[in-house]
């Protein structure tokens, strides 16, 4: 089933849910990982940003989710850097790549550019803690941890699915 369906769409930022990519072999005859792009932001001809959820190979329940920007060089969308949001295989693989995966991802084209992303974790447990990126000069900065809110930048967020559902069945006394 080859279908894109549209999460949110703004002037600057486009957060889409694509297909699974195709099964491939790896560098040792293995099957590849699969791989689902779960968000974007292209910000002008400065920056593009994607998230991109990889499906472990040791269980098939997990997912690391890599954080990718590319720059325009004549024309072309180049990878400047990447990294991994979280620890290797420390997501849900369905939550991922499901609806209301994308609690938040804040971009913004300044130099350094602070990038903000929150995942849905479950259903049930709701969207992670927000962890901060910087790109300083197209690479992404070795200390995270200072980054900041992004002011007038593409904010998406509001993905996740514990608020509704607290907010639509309180607790019973």
Do not use: Y
């Not at 990889?54 to 920007?69: E, G, Q």
């Not at 620890?87 to 350094?112: H, K, M, V, Y």
Request: glycine share 8%; proline share 8%.
């Amino acid at each position: 089933m080859a279908s894109t369906a549209t999460v949110l769409a703004t002037a600057a930022a486009v957060l889409t849910m694509a297909p699974p990519a195709a099964d491939a072999v790896g560098p040792q005859g293995g099957k590849a990982a699969e791989k689902r792009q779960i968000a974007s932001s292209v910000l002008g001809e400065d920056f593009k940003f994607t998230l991109t959820a990889l499906r472990s190979t040791t269980d098939p329940l997990r997912a690391s989710v890599r954080l990718k920007v590319f720059v325009l060089r004549d024309g072309v969308w180049s990878l400047s850097d990447q990294v991994l949001v979280g620890q290797p295989d420390s997501w849900f693989w369905f939550p991922l790549t499901g609806r209301g995966a994308i609690c938040e991802f804040s971009t913004a084209s300044t130099n350094p550019a602070p990038i903000m992303v929150s995942l849905l974790i479950t259903p049930s447990i709701g969207c992670s803690p927000t962890e901060n990126f910087e790109l300083r000069d197209g690479k992404f900065s070795a200390e995270p941890s200072r980054a900041h809110k992004p002011r007038g930048a593409v904010s998406a967020g509001g993905g996740g699915m514990a608020e509704s559902v607290a907010a639509r069945f309180p607790p019973t006394r």
